[in-house]
C-alpha cells in the first residue's frame, strides 16, 4: 500500500503575495515543489512559512500570484473575458473537492474530540470523496498500523499522548489519499520527548516518494529527509537549494544568522 495518488503532485507557486491589513505577509513567493520529492521550508517565526503552507491548499486566498497543482489552478479556474482570461473563485463544492488532494497536518493536531482513532481517520474519506465505509475502515486500521498505533483504533483523543494524536492526524491525512502532504510545524505542540516519534514517521513517509511539503524548526529532520530546503524570512524566500548548501555552506547572510542560532 502506498500513500500516493496516481498524480504526481507537482505544486508551482508563481509570485504570490498575501497580506493581512497593512502587514505584507508574503512578497512576492516562487516555489517548484517536484512530484515525490520533500520540501522543507525554515525561517523564524514571522516570516510566512505558515500563511505559505496554508495559501497552497487555498485555506488563505492570495492577493496576488497563483498556484497550481499538476498544472491545474488551486482555487480558481480561469476564464476567457473580452479577449483576456480572468480568475473566478471555485464555487464550495469544487474547493472541497480539490482540497482533498491535500493532506494537511496541523501543529495542533484538529482530531474531532467525540470520535475515536479509527473515526477521525475514516470520517473524512466518506464525507468528503463518498468511498465506502467498509473499504475505508480497513484502509484506516491499515493506515494506524502504519504509524505505531494498531492498539489504539478504539480510543478517544483525550486518551492519547500529544506524539499519538499527532501520529493520527498523519494517519487522517494520508486517508484522503492526497497528491501532496503540507505539514505546518507538526512537532511545535509537543513534549521534547515525543517529537522524535513523530519525526519518525514523517521520514518514513519521505522514503515512499509522497510529495511533501514540511515547515518546521527541526534541522536535523531537515538534513536527513529533505531533497529541496527553502529559508524563508520577512515574508519572502532568502535561499533554496539541498541540505548540504543551505545548512552547510548557506550563500546568504540572513541564512547564516539564522542558523547561527538554531544549531
Do not use: C, F
Given at each position: 500500500m502506498t500513500a500516493t495518488t496516481t498524480r504526481p503532485g507537482r505544486?508551482?507557486?508563481?509570485?504570490?503575495h498575501k497580506s493581512f491589513g497593512t502587514l505584507e505577509v508574503l512578497q512576492g513567493i516562487d516555489l517548484v515543489v517536484e512530484p515525490g520529492s520533500v520540501t522543507v521550508?525554515?525561517?523564524?517565526?514571522?516570516?510566512?512559512?505558515?500563511?505559505?503552507?496554508?495559501?497552497?491548499?487555498h485555506l488563505e486566498k492570495v492577493d496576488r500570484g497563483f498556484i497550481a497543482?499538476?498544472?491545474e489552478?488551486?482555487?480558481?479556474?480561469?476564464?476567457?473575458?473580452?479577449?483576456?482570461?480572468?480568475?473566478?473563485?471555485?464555487?464550495?463544492?469544487?474547493?472541497?473537492?480539490?482540497r482533498t488532494r491535500f493532506g494537511f497536518v496541523f501543529q495542533n493536531f484538529n482530531l474531532f474530540p467525540h470520535l475515536t482513532a479509527l473515526e477521525n481517520v475514516v470520517e473524512a474519506p466518506v464525507s468528503?470523496?463518498?468511498?465506502r465505509r467498509g473499504e475505508v475502515?480497513?484502509?484506516a486500521r491499515e493506515l494506524l498500523a502504519r504509524v505505531g498505533l494498531a492498539d489504539k483504533a478504539a480510543v478517544h483523543p483525550r486518551q492519547l499522548s500529544g506524539g499519538q494524536q499527532q501520529r493520527v492526524a498523519i494517519a487522517r491525512a494520508l486517508a484522503m489519499r492526497p497528491a501532496v502532504l503540507l505539514f505546518d510545524e507538526p512537532t511545535s505542540a509537543l513534549d521534547p520527548e515525543l517529537v522524535g516519534e513523530v519525526l519518525g514517521v514523517i521520514e518514513d513517509l519521505a522514503r515512499t516518494g509522497t510529495t511533501m511539503i514540511v515547515v518546521t524548526h527541526e534541522i536535523g529532520f531537515a538534513r536527513k529527509a529533505a531533497d529541496q530546503v527553502v529559508f524563508m524570512d520577512a515574508g519572502r524566500?532568502?535561499?533554496t537549494g539541498p541540505p548540504e548548501q543551505v545548512l552547510d555552506a548557506p550563500r546568504h547572510e540572513r541564512t547564516r544568522a539564522f542558523l547561527a542560532k538554531v544549531l
Open positions: 505544486v508551482e507557486v508563481h509570485g504570490v521550508v525554515l525561517g523564524p517565526s514571522g516570516s510566512g512559512k505558515s500563511t505559505l503552507l496554508r495559501s497552497i491548499n497543482l499538476d498544472g489552478l488551486v482555487g480558481y479556474r480561469r476564464r476567457s473575458h473580452r479577449g483576456g482570461d480572468r480568475l473566478h473563485e471555485l464555487q464550495e463544492k469544487d474547493l472541497l473537492r480539490q468528503a470523496q463518498g468511498r475502515e480497513a484502509e524566500i532568502v535561499e
